[in-house]
């Protein structure tokens, strides 16, 4: 089992910027594929990006290319998502997401392929 803890949310205006930190503690965290994802009020959580086990492979939705990356350290056992020029649409929660049933190379962008989530953290974007 890997705990997850994200943390680094917050209330910021359009265009600003917030680097989110997902802590995993319990398991060998290079074991796992990690992924963020978000979920606004009334609608349903989606992909936001995803880092292979050898942070060589990442994937990002169409919506935040450009403006967000995701990195990890396999030494301090976090995966961060930084996220610049943040528009008012990027206001949800945010959750990590670990899967330890895949290769080394690769990326996950299915939810309901992931095996662990953290409990979310708050981003609110004012316009």
């Known amino acids: 089992q890997v705990q997850l803890v994200e943390s680094g949310g917050g209330l910021v205006q359009a265009g600003e910027s917030l680097r989110l930190s997902c802590a995993a503690s319990?398991?060998?965290?290079?074991?796992?594929?990690m992924g963020w994802f978000r979920q606004a009020p009334g609608k349903e959580r989606e992909f936001v990006a995803a880092i292979s086990r050898s942070s060589s492979r990442t994937y990002y939705a169409d919506s935040v290319k450009g403006r967000f990356t995701i990195s990890r350290d396999n030494i301090k056992n976090t995966v961060y998502l930084q996220m610049n020029s943040l528009k008012s649409e990027d206001t949800a929660v945010y959750y990590c997401a670990a899967d330890g049933k895949v290769g080394w190379l690769s990326v996950v962008t299915v939810a309901s392929e992931y095996d662990h989530w953290g409990q979310g953290t708050q981003v609110t974007v004012s316009s």
């Open positions: 319990g398991r060998t965290f290079s074991w796992y594929a």
